[in-house]
DNA sequence: TTGTATGCGTTATCAT
DNA sequence: ATGATAACGCATACAA
């Protein structure tokens, strides 16, 4: 572990000179400059983040907030692929990822009280529950935040195109010549506040009838609610030709409920999913559904994070939203 | 930001004497470390982990190595879930969780490098091409480390127990009839060695022959590459009656293939996976294959790493091999 | 029982 | 152009 002290040294000139020469300050003569320079690399120097931490109040790090109320966390593969992404575009800026949580170890600390003990930069928050004041307070505090699929005024959001991406589902079966079509969403949340009325305004603009029993509460990433609300449709007098899940994955939970009622998808009825991962492609028959931009989203949150922590005072919040696409599979099935 | 020297200030002792009072050392009144903590929580005291580390050149962090090299990374959901609970051991037990990797930002670094950067005080190594010269870095440094499914020598490991999960596999498939195996490995790598002899080893137990033309080189979570070797054998004069994948989500690309050819699984031909994850356990029909026990293997792998951390005299690095479990599907019939 | 002094590695200010 | 010095927040050896 060789120090700038060890370069000043075996250089004889001062540990300030050798700081300089290595930030490339203005004030260090172009010779000593190449001279310490050498002798870093020779001594395979590398600069201690701790004490440059300590000393600049930055840590060239962020934290990233990943909070699956499933519990499913990061193996949720929507999330973990937007993990990637952001780790991925940090480590090209120069930052790299520290995971934040609460409670680590006999410290009780909430989000804030990581972020701080740890000192990073910038937060991305994702997937969390964002009525959490652990949250709040993070959000509301003078750290960097980006969010996702969530808006805080005056902070960076990034959202997938979620109203899009209902309204086009909808359209899609539609066209297919669905006419009674459910939606089992997820939980409360902004996300699908979205969605619902996404959904509602589509069915509105194309005259589909919205029986309100149509309507049903699941939960996100969850197999067993979908399947619950699965089987609840398919008895109603009067069945949906068609499902709308939460996402792909809980679908898998409607799917096997299907097949146990005897039901076959799409020959008995149709189902379309929401997010576009590989499971559902790899599905037969392959899943219809939106698949979510989860590269650029996770790009996105890491540039504009770092912008806001690299230049603060040009630094304008803003809400961007991205397009994802229809990914038509073979579940929806002309109706009859 | 409270610190230290604002408690000092506010109760009239020193910085050294909240200091300690703080952490519990034995010379320091009741009374006083009393007033020092009432003191500190009112404050919203919360230790520097910056200076602390700088200080004492330990960092209650730990670094977590997850290089795919199919690029998949992080979304891969065999280790998403592994880091998982790798993340949820190591925070109980006070440790939080910074990812690891080369190059980052202009600095070219290698593991080693980031690691020391950010003085990780262990770190988990998983996934990754262990014949990189940076891994091997890491391992040989002094830092301690864990390796997931790959062993050094005077080193801790965890392995999943493959030569069992593949013999179990293998039997079960026998069982069933089936008596033209074939197996398509991943890439060359310890696990694939030690998969490929127990896959030879069973089949000679059991009296199976086992034409070379059966073992075919694929690519672990890597559709494309299965594809190919399910068009080759399938193809061949002799087909296999059962198909051994490398893992669960390579066998998409099998199973994508086969109905390519108009083959039915396991109506034509028959085949297994490895890993357990819940994509197989979705499918339709769904995946026989071999669970690896994420949880224990991630929450294993950063308890013996903190042990190392915290008690490195007494610590004996020791290889632990973990079971997983026959998860008998529907894509093994009885063979004619 | 408490306080003083020192240093961890770095950078920034101010002399020289 | 270079160097001496202080400071970031904390913990510890040693002095009182």
Excluded: W
């Amino acid at each position: 572990m060789t120090t700038i002290t060890d370069i000043a040294r075996r250089l004889g000139v001062s540990r300030a000179t050798v700081s300089k020469a290595l930030n490339g300050a203005p004030d260090i003569s172009p010779e000593t400059a190449e001279r310490v320079r050498k002798a870093a690399a020779e001594m395979d120097y590398l600069p201690n983040a701790t004490a440059r931490t300590l000393k600049l109040g930055r840590s060239n790090g962020i934290g990233v907030l990943f909070v699956d109320k499933t519990g499913s966390g990061l193996s949720h593969e929507y999330f973990s692929r937007i993990l990637e992404s952001i780790k991925s575009e940090s480590e090209q800026r120069g930052y790299d990822i520290t995971l934040i949580t609460k409670d680590i170890g006999s410290f009780r600390m909430d989000y804030l009280d990581h972020v701080n003990y740890r000192r990073c930069d910038g937060v991305v928050i994702a997937s969390v529950d964002f009525t959490d004041p652990s949250v709040i307070r993070l959000v509301e505090s003078d750290v960097p935040t980006v969010t996702l699929d969530r808006i805080f005024p005056g902070h960076t959001a990034i959202m997938s195109d979620n109203a899009t991406g209902m309204a086009s589902l909808v359209r899609h079966v539609y066209e297919k010549g669905h006419r009674r079509i459910a939606f089992i969403h997820g939980e409360d949340t902004y996300v699908t506040q979205t969605r619902l009325q996404a959904f509602r305004a589509a069915c509105s603009a194309l005259g589909i009838p919205q029986p309100d029993v149509y309507l049903r509460p699941g939960i996100y990433h969850d197999t067993a609610a979908s399947a619950k609300e699965t089987a609840f449709l398919m008895r109603l007098p009067d069945p949906p030709t068609c499902i709308l899940y939460p996402d792909d994955y809980s679908y898998i939970g409607g799917m096997n409920e299907l097949e146990r009622m005897g039901l076959s998808v799409p020959g008995d009825v149709s189902a379309a999913g929401f997010d576009g991962i590989p499971l559902g492609q790899a599905l037969r028959p392959r899943l219809t559904t939106y698949r979510q931009d989860t590269d650029r989203i996770g790009r996105l949150a890491a540039e504009k994070l770092i912008e806001e922590i690299e230049r603060p005072e040009e630094y304008v919040p803003e809400v961007f939203t991205l397009p994802g696409e229809l990914l038509p599979g073979k579940t929806v099935a002309e109706a009859i």
